[in-house]
């Protein structure tokens, strides 16, 4: 099996039954192809051209959402699917990829409740069909200073909300992870508070590029990336984009986040990407993009102010001191 080393030089095998970066470009530039009107008959070819063990297809729609396309080059997917925080399936970055195809991603319900006028439990496919599916390229960076250009498929969680009609009451949005002893070995360990949990302020909630993801590079989500939906807040560091979603609750009081209860001073509720707020333990003025090398011969870039999204989203927190609400 092939082996990849990892920052500091260990050597992980590279499972093969994920779909390489060159299968998943030409299948891209399938999409495109058809997102311009080819012939559909193509589909039959290009499916018996896929490994038999290659995930589900998905076929979005170019995102009309503005600053939805980074410029910058996308990550490797191999790499995306292989340098992975999911901590129910253990703390070296290998284990997701390693450990989540355990996870059973079908049936899956999503509980949608709290301060609204309509709960409602959905099945995952109304779920996903709610809305048309976008292709969105956005940054992710995560709070140990790496960070990737991603084309993740989904749509505004926005029109979700609508759906479920939050209350004048509702503040925060809560968002909780599966927690499923039976195939997430790192339930035994304690240093979070099980199940993973995350939250936002209903306004974060509502931004247009808070995403609702349920694919990415064209194919639904890999499990290690948390299929089968998970959400992506693109301007807020990798831990907020909680994963593997079942239940998505409205309150009135501020929700206290798995990492929050784990190390409040380390990992604060609004987590939005700053250069100029470090990390207790380390700085965050630059970045590691996967792919631009690792340990001390790797490319390091200056981290942007919201990741880049500050245009779009710094009037959410205007005339809040940055550094008290880290
Ligand atoms: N969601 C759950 N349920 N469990 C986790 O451990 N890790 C978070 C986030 N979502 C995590 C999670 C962190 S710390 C990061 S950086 C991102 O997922 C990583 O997403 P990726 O593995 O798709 O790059």
């Not at 909680?242 to 190390?263: C, D, G, M, Y």
């Not at 340990?295 to 500050?310: K, V």
Request: proline share 8%.
């Amino acid at each position: 099996m092939k082996r990849r080393p990892d920052d500091r030089g260990y050597e992980h095998p590279v499972p093969s039954e994920i779909t390489p970066r060159g299968i998943h470009l030409a299948r891209r530039r399938l999409l495109q192809s058809l997102a311009f009107g080819m012939a559909g008959g193509g589909i039959a070819v290009w499916a018996r051209a896929m490994p038999s063990a290659a995930i589900t297809a998905l076929q979005p729609v170019p995102s009309p959402v503005p600053g939805a396309r980074a410029t910058d080059a996308l990550t490797a997917a191999d790499e995306a699917m292989h340098y992975n925080n999911f901590y129910e399936f253990g703390f070296e970055k290998s284990d997701p990829a390693d450990y989540a195809h355990a996870m059973k991603t079908r049936p899956w319900h999503v509980t949608v409740d709290g301060l609204v006028a309509q709960p409602r439990t959905f099945d995952l496919d109304d779920l996903r069909g709610l809305a048309t599916l976008e292709e969105r390229t956005y940054r992710l960076r995560c709070v140990e200073g790496w960070s990737m250009v991603i084309p993740w498929i989904g749509y505004s969680l926005e029109r979700l909300l609508r759906e479920v009609e939050p209350l004048g009451s509702a503040k925060y949005v809560e968002f909780t992870s599966l927690a499923d002893p039976a195939s997430m070995p790192n339930l035994r360990s304690s240093v979070i508070d099980w199940p993973y949990r995350e939250g936002l302020r209903l306004d974060e909630a509502r931004h247009p590029l808070t995403l609702l993801a349920f694919g990415m590079y064209g194919e639904v989500l890999p499990n290690q990336n948390g299929a089968p939906l998970r959400l992506v807040v693109p301007w807020k560091y990798g831990f907020k984009s909680a994963k593997s979603l079942v239940r998505i609750r409205f309150v009135e009081q501020r929700p206290v986040t798995a990492w929050e209860k784990t190390a409040p001073r380390e990992y604060g509720f609004y987590a939005n990407v700053n250069p100029d707020v470090d990390h207790p333990r380390w700085s965050q003025a630059t970045e590691r993009r996967l792919g631009d090398g690792s340990g001390l011969f790797a490319r390091r870039r200056p981290t942007q102010l919201f990741n880049g999204y500050a245009d779009q989203v710094a009037g959410l927190y205007a005339g809040m001191d940055l550094a008290k609400f880290y």
